[in-house]
């Protein structure tokens, strides 16, 4: 539902093309982790496992959607974000806070959305490449043109590094680099049909490569351990395929029809090694499929009614084999918002059908109050519920087929201000989430068992001072496991960033300082991984108005931290990283 960010009765933040340029983020790791409410995870190296966690919910409590199309793997539950490419992305739009009520399953904890680039935002023609640390090369070509009523873009992109590696264990092969390869392509078709139509198609891939490290092992009758030396790597490709229709019916109805697909595929492999013996082998292949029919209609000035119908279905196509392959899902949705004289009220319900639990239905109630021309408090209540995955459910020896789906209860108190060149967002939270799916060890499998409560507060504080811009973002949360009392498995219960960006001329500076505090990688909170602070720096100069040139610093300290341990220990964060590019644009 479009929506100026500082009316929004949500909790949302919003990175530009601008800001993606300005950090020089080389993927959703680097650029996301500045927001508030927002921390990423990632196991190792460039391009291995990446997850996003918003408000200490875990990575597959989001949804992700990639313009307007649900990505992620359904074997899973999670999106592959250490795909992603930032070049083709023109913006990403973050909801904090549960989003059933319009998008169903899987928005317990916000919803993130990917908005490609298209002719309009880009220039006609540009060519990037980037040289760096580790073997780093990349190389970008966008382009971008309108022709009368028709408009096309593309981004082709391709990135290459021999990377670290990925453990601090040195046997057998585990000593070696880990390296990545990832090519991307982002394509966008859009046509005017006339004042009141528009029509527009996109397509994502992403097709990758990607070294890590994993335990080769047999055992014998005694529980001996006997490990072979093994290179292992992993080939995904994920895509998204969007059509979308836009129609204003009338002065006070429009509709949108949206059709869309994407395809997560995964494949464990080896050059030296029959991965079979080790059970580590595996073809994971999820489709998901769906169509959403869109409607917004003013019944008067000040009132918007939202509703629309929403159709999904999940497959898989595995090496496992699973006792289900395929679940379809269909919604109803509404929302009725009413804004009178500084304050906005909202109400939002929607009815999922889903072919495996049934009938499931989620409510919200928002409420938003200007203070004064500058300053406005908002409240919100609402309700989120997450499916269990196939892998929950199904997956071979060790699936739980009695599993319920997660729900959760969130409220928030939210205050937004605006004056000059500042902006300030704070936001009191707490979500309840019952049958939360863990792992069990004395099951062998994932149980229902456990309830978690999440109470926090998350802050963003954004103004210009002479000819500096300056971001300031902090969260403080305490996310309980409320059988034990003990903190989740990974989450920070202190987090900030800082950054500052000097431009005068036709050069600039900036720097960005991150901190959090320890984590606990088990249930128990006896394996304490330590908190740590980063510093990177960047700079970027226009050599003309056709050439310019960047660099960029990252963990400039080369601070050595761990924010995941594994079967081999701890994975090894990524250390001092240089990246030097120069891009050239043509003229016409």
Same mark, same amino acid.
């Given at each position: 539902?479009?929506?100026?960010?500082?009316?929004?009765?949500?909790?949302?933040?919003?990175?530009?093309?601008?800001?993606?340029?300005?950090?020089?983020?080389?993927?959703?790791?680097?650029?996301?982790?500045?927001?508030?409410?927002?921390?990423?995870?990632?196991?190792?190296?460039?391009?291995?496992?990446?997850?996003?966690?918003?408000?200490?919910?875990?990575?597959?409590?989001?949804?992700?959607?990639?313009?307007?199309?649900?990505?992620?793997?359904?074997?899973?539950?999670?999106?592959?974000?250490?795909?992603?490419?930032?070049?083709?992305?023109?913006?990403?739009?973050?909801?904090?806070?549960?989003?059933?009520?319009?998008?169903?399953?899987?928005?317990?904890?916000?919803?993130?959305?990917?908005?490609?680039?298209?002719?309009?935002?880009?220039?006609?023609?540009?060519?990037?490449?980037?040289?760096?640390?580790?073997?780093?090369?990349?190389?970008?070509?966008?382009?971008?043109?309108?022709?009368?009523?028709?408009?096309?873009?593309?981004?082709?992109?391709?990135?290459?590094?021999?990377?670290?590696?990925?453990?601090?264990?040195?046997?057998?092969?585990?000593?070696?680099?880990?390296?990545?390869?990832?090519?991307?392509?982002?394509?966008?078709?859009?046509?005017?049909?006339?004042?009141?139509?528009?029509?527009?198609?996109?397509?994502?891939?992403?097709?990758?490569?990607?070294?890590?490290?994993?335990?080769?092992?047999?055992?014998?009758?005694?529980?001996?351990?006997?490990?072979?030396?093994?290179?292992?790597?992993?080939?995904?490709?994920? /895509?998204? %395929? !969007?059509?979308? #229709? @836009?129609?204003?019916?009338?002065?006070?109805? +429009?509709? *949108?029809?949206?059709?869309?697909? $994407?395809?997560?595929?995964?494949?464990?492999?080896?050059?030296?090694?029959?991965?079979?013996?080790?059970?580590?082998?595996?073809?994971?292949?999820?489709?998901?499929?769906?169509?959403?029919?869109?409607?917004?209609?003013?019944?008067?000035?000040? /009132?918007? %009614? !939202?509703?629309? #119908? @929403?159709?999904?279905?999940?497959?898989?196509? +595995?090496? *496992?084999?699973?006792?289900?392959? $395929?679940?379809?899902?269909?919604?109803?949705?509404?929302?009725?918002?009413?804004?009178?004289?500084?304050?906005?009220?909202?109400?939002?319900?929607?009815?999922?059908?889903?072919?495996?639990?049934?009938?499931?239905?989620?409510?919200?109630?928002?409420?938003?109050?200007?203070?004064?021309?500058?300053?406005?408090?908002?409240?919100?209540?609402?309700?989120?519920?997450?499916?269990?995955?196939?892998?929950?459910?199904?997956?071979?020896?060790?699936?739980?087929?009695?599993?319920?789906?997660?729900?959760?209860?969130?409220?928030?108190?939210?205050?937004?201000?605006?004056?000059?060149?500042?902006?300030?967002?704070?936001?009191?939270?707490?979500?309840?989430?019952?049958?939360?799916?863990?792992?069990?060890?004395?099951?062998?499998?994932?149980?229902?068992?456990?309830?978690?409560?999440?109470?926090?507060?998350?802050?963003?504080?954004?103004?210009?001072?002479?000819?500096?811009?300056?971001?300031?973002?902090?969260?403080?949360?305490?996310?309980?496991?409320?059988?034990?009392?003990?903190?989740?498995?990974?989450?920070?219960?202190?987090?900030?960033?800082?950054?500052?960006?000097?431009?005068?001329?036709?050069?600039?500076?900036?720097?960005?300082?991150?901190?959090?505090?320890?984590?606990?990688?088990?249930?128990?909170?006896?394996?304490?991984?330590?908190?740590?602070?980063?510093?990177?720096?960047?700079?970027?100069?226009?050599?003309?108005?056709?050439?310019?040139?960047?660099?960029?610093?990252?963990?400039?300290?080369?601070?050595?931290?761990?924010?995941?341990?594994?079967?081999?220990?701890?994975?090894?964060?990524?250390?001092?990283?240089?990246?030097?590019?120069?891009?050239?644009?043509?003229?016409?």
């Amino acid at each position: 539902i479009p929506t100026i960010v500082s009316e929004s009765l949500s909790a949302i933040s919003v990175i530009t093309r601008e800001d993606i340029e300005r950090y020089q983020a080389s993927d959703l790791y680097d650029l996301m982790s500045r927001l508030p409410g927002v921390s990423m995870l990632r196991n190792g190296v460039r391009g291995s496992a990446t997850s996003l966690s918003i408000r200490g919910n875990q990575g597959d409590h989001s949804l992700f959607l990639v313009d307007g199309v649900r990505i992620g793997s359904a074997t899973l539950g999670s999106a592959t974000l250490g795909l992603i490419n930032t070049n083709s992305i023109e913006r990403i739009e973050v909801v904090r806070g549960p989003k059933s009520n319009l998008y169903g399953a899987d928005a317990i904890g916000g919803v993130v959305n990917i908005i490609t680039r298209d002719a309009a935002d880009m220039d006609s023609l540009q060519v990037k490449s980037s040289v760096g640390s580790n073997g780093t090369n990349e190389t970008t070509l966008s382009a971008g043109t309108t022709q009368g009523k028709s408009s096309y873009s593309a981004v082709l992109n391709t990135y290459k590094t021999d990377g670290i590696d990925s453990t601090y264990d040195t046997s057998f092969l585990h000593g070696d680099e880990d390296g990545h390869e990832n090519d991307s392509i982002a394509l966008r078709y859009g046509y005017e049909i006339n004042d009141d139509a528009k029509l527009s198609l996109s397509y994502n891939s992403n097709d990758s490569s990607t070294d890590y490290d994993a335990s080769c092992a047999t055992y014998d009758e005694n529980w001996n351990k006997n490990e072979s030396p093994c290179s292992i790597y992993n080939e995904t490709k994920i /895509t998204s %395929l !969007s059509s979308s #229709l @836009d129609l204003d019916i009338t002065d006070s109805w +429009s509709t *949108n029809i949206q059709l869309g697909k $994407s395809t997560d595929n995964a494949e464990e492999l080896s050059a030296d090694v029959d991965l079979s013996q080790f059970y580590l082998d595996g073809i994971f292949n999820t489709t998901k499929t769906e169509a959403t029919w869109f409607n917004a209609i003013e019944l008067e000035a000040d /009132t918007l %009614l !939202s509703l629309g #119908l @929403d159709y999904q279905k999940d497959e898989i196509d +595995s090496s *496992n084999t699973y006792d289900v392959s $395929s679940r379809d899902n269909k919604a109803a949705f509404l929302q009725y918002k009413l804004k009178s004289d500084g304050a906005d009220v909202s109400f939002g319900a929607r009815r999922d059908d889903n072919e495996q639990f049934g009938a499931h239905t989620t409510t919200s109630v928002m409420a938003g109050q200007d203070v004064s021309d500058n300053v406005r408090l908002n409240f919100s209540y609402g309700e989120g519920f997450k499916a269990p995955t196939f892998n929950d459910l199904y997956y071979p020896g060790s699936g739980n087929a009695n599993l319920m789906p997660e729900e959760s209860v969130n409220y928030e108190i939210g205050l937004k201000a605006n004056w000059n060149n500042s902006s300030l967002n704070v936001g009191l939270f707490n979500n309840s989430i019952e049958n939360i799916i863990l792992w069990s060890s004395s099951m062998g499998a994932p149980d229902n068992t456990e309830n978690v409560e999440i109470s926090g507060l998350e802050f963003s504080l954004n103004t210009q001072v002479a000819n500096w811009m300056l971001g300031l973002s902090g969260t403080v949360m305490n996310p309980e496991d409320k059988s034990s009392g003990n903190i989740l498995v990974r989450r920070a219960e202190c987090s900030a960033s800082l950054d500052g960006d000097y431009s005068v001329g036709n050069y600039g500076l900036g720097f960005t300082l991150y901190s959090q505090s320890h984590t606990f990688d088990d249930a128990a909170n006896t394996v304490r991984l330590g908190g740590y602070t980063t510093l990177a720096l960047r700079a970027n100069f226009d050599l003309s108005d056709n050439w310019k040139v960047k660099v960029n610093a990252n963990n400039l300290t080369d601070k050595e931290y761990v924010t995941a341990s594994g079967f081999l220990g701890n994975y090894r964060s990524m250390g001092r990283e240089l990246l030097f590019t120069v891009a050239y644009t043509p003229s016409f």
